[in-house]
């Protein structure tokens, strides 16, 4: 598997490796954690329909490999994913990224892990006015 990954505190490390280096025009990706709106996983198909058209730059044989930056401005994405039916998608706020899309042994599992790490996100707690 060519993308190594490690949830912290602090945020998502996504590592890639060997040829996937050179296919994503990268060696990884830092998330920060107070960026990460949460983690599920996606058939292929359905993350695919729900991505960008236009790698920029980024690499895309159908069915075989998907790679690189897709999209632009608010709706830019990265991958990294060969052949594999059910991926791991990451939601984000704020740029480069709005979802990084990747290939993982068991998606499902990090995805868990994932949102398992983040911060409490509720209301703020409410004021008491004076009496």
Known sequence: MGVHTRVTE????????????????????????????????????????????????????????????????????LWMVHAAPTLLAIYLRGEPFHRVVVEVDDPAGLSKIINDALPPRGLPPARRSPV
């Open 10 to 77: 602090q945020g998502v490390l996504l590592r890639f490796t060997g040829r996937d280096r050179l296919y994503a025009f990268r060696g990884g990706v830092f998330l920060p954690i107070d960026r990460v709106l949460g983690a599920r996983t996606l058939g292929r198909r359905d993350a695919v329909l729900a991505s960008p058209r236009v790698h920029l730059p980024g690499i895309s044989v159908p069915g075989v490999l998907r790679a690189g930056a897709y999209g632009v401005g608010e709706r830019r994405q």
